[in-house]
């Protein structure tokens, strides 16, 4: 990898028109990728995926500038290429630094709970009414039960069992966002 | 996303690790582009939790779970994120009367109280219902689990299972030859069981209500299941004595049923005598736990722990109906010894053995 490699505006450019040629549409594109390649190294196990999906875009931007004209076909392939041997790298370096494998994820303590339930109250306190109506009523049954009720609210809704399915993780987005922010804040009053 | 099952199924492999590299590649790449892909991903990956958490996936899949999908800090952030949300809609249900919605009252609606004096008299009306409530509770209420573990306690009177389950006091399970047993399970009761216990788990979600769900599955003979609900119960209650015995019972009695004595079954012994060893620390006077552990240790071929075990058994049990049991174990285990040694003697003794003759003694 070469390090002394500096992005610069222009290079910024030449990869973001690579990407779209409209630059509003290449930077709503840029945004998706960053996002998604951080949920794509997620599920790939690597708790450092923010730092790596940068990596991954910084080393396709300098790429970009030898190959942008020449490349055909989506961007995608490539990105995922050169994001799996970032991971690889990564994953060797990992090894080398610890013989011991990755811990198993111990269950987590409970001492954070209740300020967790504390957030988690106040946040739903922060959602328009009928948002949190959805999210009690979503979640509130269990297996064949929990499929018959999301029928019928969603029949009551007037949207599909798929649409209601969205719209309450949308909402649960919010409600994980919300809380992370509450956790990272002080106390609960 | 309609017509995603497919689709569903093979993201739900991909979160838990399932798909070869060459099916994995082009599931990424559409991830990269594809914004529904990824929501439908997220969605997923929020079924799995919790599924995870109800004790819904299958054996495999809670393997690949807490192995595969959970190895990053942000899914095990939303782990609890989920754990929490479930208790919360657990304490929030929309169909009970708002008196009863909650056990704990909430963040925003304590801090209304704390600036508003005017709710001063309410408060005091509502502190004296909720202590009204709390005694109706404590003193007259019978909870979801105490009904349904009642139901279960009346399904038999035999334990269906070597080892002894906690609270349960059924004798130990006959085994004479002709079936001498007159337990005679009643069906009704055990269907009554299930309905209290997975109903506790869908309302409460404590770690009572699926450590009493677990016995359901034990006693209905579905081990699996009620291994996930005990290891689901242990996550909020690490230092329930009871809770490891019972789940020490139920890998146990999967070790015994996988081919006894073979390999396969050895990971479940060892797991099962962890989690036995753990109750006895917590609880040394838990006479279940001390039968279980000896039932393991003589299954485990330890054959010296397990007499020590049986003897420190009978030396506690006053009189239950197990304590014949345990005698009888300690004698077949005296015997065997016996039978060793003056085989041994007996061979040490003996001339050479001319071919075929070692065959047909």
């Known amino acids: 990898m070469k390090r002394n490699w500096e992005l610069t505006g222009e290079a910024f450019d030449k990869f973001l028109s690579w990407l779209h040629p409209d630059r509003e549409e290449a930077g709503k594109k840029y945004e998706d990728i960053r996002r998604h390649l951080i949920i794509i190294l997620n599920c790939r196990g690597c708790d450092a995926a923010e730092e790596l999906a940068d990596e991954t ?30 991971f690889l790298e990564y994953r060797t370096k990992l ?7 990755a811990d198993f994820p111990e269950p987590d303590p409970d001492p954070d709970d209740d300020r967790e339930y504390d957030c988690l109250d106040q946040c739903m306190e922060e959602l328009r009414p009928a948002n949190r109506d959805l999210v009690l009523r979503y979640y509130s049954e269990d297996k064949q039960a929990k499929i018959d009720h999301r029928k019928q609210l969603a029949d009551e809704m007037g949207i599909g069992v798929n649409a209601l399915r969205i719209r309450a993780h949308r909402i649960r987005l919010t409600l994980q966002e919300c809380l992370d922010k509450c956790l990272a804040s002080g106390p609960v009053m | 996303m309609t017509g995603a099952s497919s689709e569903e199924s093979r993201l739900r492999a991909y979160l838990l690790g399932e798909l070869p590299p060459e099916e994995r590649v082009p599931v990424e790449e559409r991830l990269l582009m594809d914004r529904d892909f990824v929501e439908l991903l997220l969605i997923l990956e929020e079924e799995l939790t919790d599924g995870y958490l109800r004790g819904a996936l299958s054996e495999q899949e809670r393997n690949e779970f807490e192995n595969y999908f959970l190895t990053t800090p942000a899914r095990r952030r939303k782990l609890k994120m989920a754990r929490v949300l479930k208790r919360y809609v657990a304490n929030k249900r929309p169909e009970l009367a708002p ?13 209304r109280l704390v600036f508003a004096p005017i709710w001063g ?13 709390g005694i109706w509770r404590t003193v007259i209420y019978e909870s979801t689990v105490d009904k349904g573990l009642a139901a279960l306690r009346a399904y038999r009177r035999e334990s269906p299972v070597e080892g002894r389950v906690s609270g349960f006091d059924w004798g130990p399970r006959n085994e004479t030859l002709g079936d001498g047993s007159n337990d005679i399970p009643d069906r009704t009761k055990l269907d009554v069981a299930g309905r209290y216990l997975s109903d506790a788990v869908n309302t409460r979600g404590d770690a009572d209500s699926h450590h009493a769900l677990g016995k ?3 006693v209905k003979g579905d081990l699996d299941a009620a291994i ?21 019972v139920a890998l146990l009695e999967r070790g015994r049923l996988s081919r006894e004595g073979s390999s396969d079954s050895l990971p479940d012994f060892a797991e099962s005598l962890v989690h036995l060893d753990e109750a006895l620390k917590l609880d040394p006077a838990l006479l279940e736990a001390l039968f279980n552990r000896a039932l393991c240790h003589e299954h485990m071929n330890a054959r010296s722990q397990a007499a020590d075990d049986w003897k420190a058994y009978l030396e506690r049990d006053g009189g239950s109906l197990w304590r014949e049991k345990a005698r009888r174990h300690l004698l077949d285990m005296e015997d065997d010894k016996k039978k060793t040694s003056q085989d041994k003697e007996f061979k040490e003794s003996s001339p050479p053995t001319k071919p075929g003759m070692e065959a047909r003694r």
């Open chain 1, 57 to 86: 875009i910084n080393r396709v931007i300098r790429r970009a500038q030898q190959m942008a004209d020449t490349y055909r076909g989506e961007p995608a392939p490539y990105f995922i290429t050169v994001a799996n041997n970032l």
């Open chain 1, 95 to 101: 090894q080398i630094t610890s013989e011991l494998p």
């Open chain 2, 99 to 111: 008196g009863t919605r909650t056990d704990r009252p909430s963040g925003a609606f304590r801090r």
């Open chain 2, 121 to 133: 008299t309410a408060l005091a009306a509502m502190l004296v219902a909720a202590v009204g409530i």
């Open chain 2, 216 to 218: 359901y599955y034990l």
């Open chain 2, 228 to 248: 996930a609900q005990f290891y689901t119960a242990l996550e909020s209650a690490p230092k329930n004595a009871k809770l490891h015995s019972d789940l020490g």
